[in-house]
């Protein structure tokens, strides 16, 4: 069973720093574009950053300049680096990959991790 896990979640005073994690576990071969999203109770899941598997990057408006998306394919993990937080980031955060192809070569398409909550409070 292939899963995608956060961690790095959790309370941080406004101009303070969080680093997110994102893992794919199980028999995974390759994997195509990867992101974060984040969503709030009052909003729909909206985009924060993508990156291809050769490192080309994308944002959202909101988080340019404050965040860093990176990627280590060898161990299938996936990263956002937050810095200059503001309680308008405060969301649950979830990882998304656009392609998962397994070792047997079969395919999913448009995975989601479970999400990780991001708090942004004095």
């Known amino acids: 069973q292939v899963q995608l896990v956060e961690s790095g979640g959790g309370l941080v005073q406004p101009g303070g720093s969080l680093r997110l994690s994102c893992v794919a576990s199980?028999?995974?071969?390759?994997?195509?574009?990867m992101g974060w999203y984040r969503q709030t109770p009052k909003a729909d899941r909206e985009l924060v950053a993508l990156?291809?598997?050769?490192?080309?990057?994308q944002y959202a408006d909101a988080v340019k300049g404050r965040f860093i998306i990176s990627r280590d394919n060898a161990k299938k993990e996936l990263y956002l680096q937050m810095t200059n937080l503001r309680s308008e980031d405060t969301a649950v955060y979830y990882c998304?990959?656009?392609?998962?192809?397994?070792?047997?070569?079969?395919?999913?398409?448009?995975?989601w991790g479970q999400g990780t909550q991001v708090t942004v409070s004095a």
């Open positions: 199980g028999s995974v071969f390759h994997i195509g574009v």
């Open positions: 998304y990959v656009d392609r998962l192809q397994l070792i047997d070569r079969s395919i999913i398409p448009n995975s």
């Open positions: 990156i291809t598997n050769d490192g080309r990057t």
